[in-house]
């Protein structure tokens, strides 16, 4: 006999049920709304019946353009419950970027923020957003928008029942749609189904995961609109856990003040968030003494950053993840025989992208598809499957992202010999150097290690003789840059090559970023005309010692 269908929904029920005055606190441009499960789940419930009253249904999908608040918590739960899909937008992709996703999506209905209308009404297309049948406008006065049906969220809902009838929907019914940053082409459609949010969600509740208890206070700072906020929002639902959303561009001092007022044990987001707010707390007395764990994730953490969280009793627990994961898959948290190591191997494993998460398989091919050794040096692309990982693209076809059920995630990992994954880089960033691969984020993290850097990205450029050779682009704060690159280089000559030095190290007032705040390297790439020429500052791979 099979159990009841694993959907959404039971999250929210239950946690109304047993939690119902449990708190939602989000910041907002006027302030701070508060209220308990009991009124989340009431307004969840005002919401989908007026998304029903407006005609949508099982399989269409609605659009949001919004920021980290109570409207859209309140749309995590009420689209996906209509066996309809919440397809998150990100307002920070290229204007053409936008209109190409919701004219693939076929967006029927869209929920944007008062504070990002001018950037959607750029957006704008009539032939892109012909699918487009009505806007809800939350958060601030309705502004003038080019659609023709444009309504005030409050008004929307009003006098719709909190209570709806709710469809039976299955575990292979729709639920959410996310798309990639597109940073190697046109961005890809990524669909998640109710099984597969449900069994993600399952997965970070344990403690193999992100351990998140009714206890906790849950802050996430990584974006709604970015692959669910690492799907945060519906694992403090389904735990019965207090919510915090940080509202609008937040900075440091907000983030801070809100982990001193309303008690946040869990948060996350990328690291430069996180080196912002040490930055801040450098010239600011904070009490965080609630705050117990921050999930990065992203990129990886530089060891300095972990060090100096220790420092004030808050972890730093590193992720691995991905749209097409939904998308957690591998969290780094010590093995029992760990526990007791010196502090410098503890170190070493947590700074890894960790061990893949319980449910999931993987495996490390080369080249040719042969099983790498987990050896921790033996280097191959990451395979990956499981009931949250998907295996096709929305509305294409890509064959050369899966081999059957296994995605291949073109990262290019190790694994040692606890089976740690550990990301060399992405496949389009390792550094071929005259036939050897460099590492581009490990030269990165060594650089970032220095604590006059705020951010260094690393990309392979051209060469007449080694075919490339990677250039440093660096943002800091060193009024002497020659004793930072001295240092930088001494840096990564303990622990590498001497060839995997730098050829050049350029300074800049920010790296660029895409659309989901990584590094852009392809910006960084194009930048550099022309090839380095010989240089004596690195020793070819093939007369290394």
Not at 69 to 90: C, K, M, S
């Amino acid at each position: 006999m099979t159990g009841h269908a694993q959907t959404l929904r039971p999250f929210l029920s239950r946690a109304a049920q047993l939690y119902p005055d449990r708190e939602l606190v989000a910041r907002t441009g006027d302030g701070t709304v508060r209220y308990t499960y009991a009124d989340y789940a009431e307004r969840v419930g005002r919401l989908a019946s007026a998304l029903r009253a407006a005609d949508v249904g099982r399989g269409d999908r609605v659009a949001t353009v919004c920021w980290n608040h109570h409207y859209h918590a309140e749309a995590y739960f009420a689209v996906p419950t209509l066996g309809a899909q919440l397809h998150t937008i990100n307002p920070l992709l290229p204007a053409d970027d936008v209109r190409h996703i919701v004219a693939e999506a076929a967006d029927r209905l869209l929920i944007v923020d008062a504070s990002l209308a001018e950037t959607l009404a750029a957006a704008y297309d009539p032939d892109a957003f012909e699918s487009v049948e009505q806007v809800v406008v939350v958060g601030g006065e309705t502004p003038d928008l080019p659609f023709d049906a444009v309504v005030d969220a409050d008004a929307f809902v009003a006098e719709h029942d909190p209570d709806p009838d709710y469809p039976a929907l299955a575990g292979d019914d729709p639920a959410g749609l996310c798309y990639s940053s597109g940073t190697t082409g046109r961005p890809k459609g990524v669909q998640y189904t109710q099984r597969m949010l449900w069994s993600h969600t399952m997965a970070i509740l344990t403690p193999a995961g992100l351990d998140i208890a009714d206890r906790d206070v849950v802050m996430p700072v990584v974006p709604m609109f970015h692959i669910n906020a690492w799907g945060l929002p519906y694992a403090a639902t389904a735990a019965g856990a207090k919510h915090v959303y940080p509202g609008p561009s937040p900075d440091p001092a907000d983030l801070v003040d809100l982990i001193e007022a309303e008690g946040v044990t869990l948060t996350a987001g990328v690291p430069t968030v996180w080196l912002g707010v040490l930055e801040y707390l450098q010239d600011h007395d904070a009490d965080l003494s609630t705050l117990e764990r921050i999930v990065i994730g992203g990129a990886a953490p530089p060891e300095r950053l972990i060090r100096a969280f220790d420092d004030r009793g808050v972890e730093v627990v590193h992720g691995w993840g991905m749209t097409e994961t939904a998308p957690v898959g591998a969290v780094s948290h010590l093995k029992p025989d760990l526990r007791d190591a010196d502090y410098e191997t503890q170190l070493s494993k947590r700074t890894k992208q960790g061990l893949i998460l319980p449910g999931l398989e993987f495996r490390v091919v080369d080249d040719s598809g042969e099983l790498v050794p987990h050896d921790g040096e033996s280097m191959g692309e990451l395979l990956v499957r499981g009931p949250w990982v998907t295996t096709a693209y929305y509305g294409r076809e890509d064959d050369e992202a899966f081999e059957g059920s296994w995605l291949r995630t073109g990262d290019v990992v190790t694994v040692d010999g606890d089976g740690y994954v550990e990301l060399v880089d992405r496949a389009a960033d390792v550094i071929n150097s005259g036939g050897e691969w460099i590492s581009s984020q490990a030269l990165e993290n060594a650089i970032m290690d220095h604590g006059d850097v705020r951010e260094a990205a690393v990309v392979g450029v051209p060469h007449d003789r080694w075919g490339e050779r990677p250039v440093a682009y660096v943002v800091a704060d060193a009024d002497d840059r020659e004793a930072l690159i001295t240092d930088a280089c001494a840096r990564i000559r303990e622990a590498y090559p001497d060839w995997w030095v730098p050829d050049r190290f350029e300074f800049v007032e920010s790296v660029p970023k895409t659309a989901t705040g990584k590094f852009d390297k392809v910006d960084l790439r194009d930048r550099f005309e022309g090839s380095l020429d010989e240089t004596v500052d690195a020793t070819p791979p093939d007369e290394a010692e």
